[in-house]
């Protein structure tokens, strides 16, 4: 079985500093990890996701975010962010090699000038 | 233009009816999704298949049917015998998964479903 915990409902940032979202994960099988953005009424898009490679994983749109297995994390990072960034995120959860994905309840982001 | 389209992106049903989502992908996928979300709920799986003719009841099937007749197209109907169907509805697609490989799903636009 798998599970995600995002660990935060809402961060709120200011435009220019750096974004911390947070997400632990709970997997039976060695997982892949995935997060997506979602903006308002629209679908969900993928910013990036850790197969079995590099820890550290960089994505679209400046994100990144590290695989700690000791830790079972894979918390999202962006150095600077921007008003376009306002929007959900989701962490995601799923055994390699199988189909079906586990979300977490999401982070809404918000942006301030 | 590869991708997948939902219609209608509104739908507005009267208690007590049968409504039918339309999903289609052109991304030549194999498997397809369908999920329901709720503010603060994240996105929980209905229905998905992963191949012609077979689907899978995901953790929330009760008061919902689907069917995949053809592999660019898996219509969702929402039946009366859905409690509480208001809600956003996302249809997604992904390649087969492979031995250790992480298969990413690509989301339609989402019908917003609301029931008068």
């Known amino acids: 079985a798998q599970s995600v915990t995002q660990l935060d409902s809402h961060v709120s940032v200011s435009e220019g500093t750096p974004v911390l979202l947070r997400c632990n994960y709970s997997?039976?099988?060695?997982?892949?990890l995935f997060w997506y953005v979602q903006h308002p009424n629209k679908g969900l898009q993928l910013l990036l996701k850790?197969?079995?490679?590099?820890?550290l994983v960089k994505g679209i749109n400046g994100f990144e975010a590290e695989f700690k297995k000791s830790e079972t994390s894979f918390h999202l990072t962006k150095p600077s962010a921007h008003m376009s960034d306002a929007a959900e995120y989701f962490c995601?959860?799923?055994?390699?090699?199988?189909?079906?994905?586990?979300f977490g309840k999401g982070t809404m982001l918000l942006v301030s000038p | 233009d590869g991708g997948i389209t939902q219609s209608p992106k509104y739908l507005f049903r009267k208690e007590g009816q049968n409504v039918t989502l339309s999903c289609e992908q052109n991304?030549?996928?194999?498997?397809m999704y369908w999920y329901r979300q709720d503010p603060g709920q994240g996105l929980r799986l209905i229905y998905y298949?992963?191949?012609?003719?077979?689907?899978q009841k995901g953790d929330i099937a009760e008061g919902y049917s689907v069917s995949r007749e053809k592999k660019e197209s898996f219509p969702l109907t929402v039946t009366s015998a859905q409690k509480n169907p208001t809600a956003f509805y996302l249809c997604?697609?992904?390649?087969?998964?492979?031995?250790?490989?992480?298969?990413?799903?690509?989301f339609g636009p989402g019908t917003r479903l609301t029931v008068l």
């Open positions: 997604a697609s992904s390649t087969s998964p492979t031995s250790g490989g992480a298969t990413e799903q690509f």
């Open positions: 997997s039976s099988y060695s997982p892949s």
């Open positions: 850790y197969t079995s490679a590099a820890t």
């Open positions: 995601v959860v799923t055994p390699r090699g199988y189909s079906t994905l586990t």
């Open positions: 991304l030549n996928h194999d498997a």
């Open positions: 298949s992963q191949i012609v003719n077979d689907f």
